[in-house]
């Protein structure tokens, strides 16, 4: 039963990294992107860098944050100060004490003008803006 547990854990480790369309890899302390056959797409010039999706990344330049896809077009310039990972699939990037929310291909779903933007069930956010509380959708409604 191990083995049978061990052999499929491997089976699915080979083929999510089979599929993938650039892997991240690593020169002198900076990240960069590599193809599956090991061309390099970018540099390894980013302090970070974290999936977003299935197509993008969250980068780290310098002490900023923003959005690059798998061929290393920037999506998002990199003007932010925090950053995270939402679902997996959006960014929350912040200017000082203000946040916004973006997709992986860099649309802004809320603009970075909240004071606050929480997951809430159901496909939700909950946002604060001047003390004054609302629920949008994951498109923003």
């Known amino acids: 039963m191990k083995r049978l547990v061990l052999a499929l854990l491997l089976f699915l ?7 993938a369309a650039s892997i991240v890899y690593g020169k002198n302390g900076k990240f960069g992107l590599k193809s599956s056959t090991g061309e390099v797409i970018v540099d390894a010039k980013y302090k970070k860098l974290i ?4 197509h993008s990344w969250i980068m ?3 002490s900023k944050f923003g ?10 310039a990199p003007v932010y100060t925090k950053a995270d990972r939402v ?6 990037l912040a200017k ?6 973006f997709d992986e291909r860099g649309f802004v779903i809320l ?7 929480d997951l809430l ?15 949008t959708d994951f498109n923003g409604q």
Request: proline share 2%; hydrophobic share 30%; glycine share 16%.
């Open 121 to 135: 069930y159901g496909g939700m956010f909950l946002t604060c803006k001047n003390y004054k509380y609302g629920v």
């Open 51 to 54: 999936r977003l999706g299935e």
């Open 67 to 76: 959005i690059i896809d798998d061929n290393g077009e920037i999506k998002v």
């Open 13 to 19: 480790l080979v083929c999510q990294t089979s599929f």
């Open 87 to 92: 679902l997996g699939r959006f960014a929350k």
């Open 111 to 117: 603009p970075v003008e909240y004071s606050s933007i």
């Open 60 to 62: 780290q330049s310098g």
């Open 96 to 101: 000082g004490d203000k946040y916004g929310i």
